[in-house]
């Protein structure tokens, strides 16, 4: 009898730690881009844009005329009418069309911008300018504002533990 009271209460105390760990898990994820608006980074760092890329099936989406997500077949996060943020094998990048062809804006794991790319110019990749760096920018803010305007706040707020998940991935 003992041993069955025994089994009992650790079938219990471990479906409710499965229970624990999932919740938190689901609302990490969940809240992720709110969470990221929140905390402290690197300047540069847009951890709001890749936390929406990377929990695309469970954030809030509310499509506008700056943003579009596309969970179904690419994965990615459409910006305006020309341009998307999805993965790469090396990291994240950015796609722009324009009138005189494709440009291709590569970042870091943190949504930084690194370097750009143009075919037409054998995929040479080159730094980024402060020009063009402002460019990029002038087009990703409104995204993002967007993205972080359409979050609800968090029934549980776990900023603490998104915080000491991911500081060190966007502010180091």
Do not use: C
């Not at 969940?30 to 709001?48: D, F, L, N, Q, T």
């Not at 844009?49 to 499509?63: P, T």
């Not at 993205?147 to 968090?154: L, Y």
């Amino acid at each position: 009898m003992k041993i069955k009271r025994y089994l009992m209460l650790f079938g219990i105390f471990l479906a409710l730690a499965v229970f624990v760990y999932g919740y938190i898990q689901y609302n990490l994820a969940r809240y992720s881009v709110y969470y990221a608006s929140h905390m402290p980074r690197k300047e540069g760092a847009k951890p709001e844009l890749v936390m929406a890329l990377e929990n695309i099936n469970w954030i809030d989406k509310q499509n506008t005329e700056n943003v579009r997500f596309d969970e179904e077949e690419t994965g990615s996060v459409y910006i305006n009418r020309n341009a998307y943020f999805t993965y790469a094998v090396k990291g994240y990048y950015i796609g722009i069309n324009k009138m005189n062809g494709s440009y291709y804006y590569d970042t870091d794991q943190t949504g930084k911008l690194t370097t750009y790319s143009f075919p037409d110019d054998n995929w040479e990749e080159k730094s980024l300018d402060e020009e063009k760096l402002q460019e990029i920018e002038a087009i990703l803010d409104p995204v993002i504002k967007d993205i972080i305007e359409s979050q609800k706040t968090p029934t549980i707020n776990l900023q603490k533990l998104f915080n000491q998940k991911y500081e060190s991935r966007f502010n180091h």
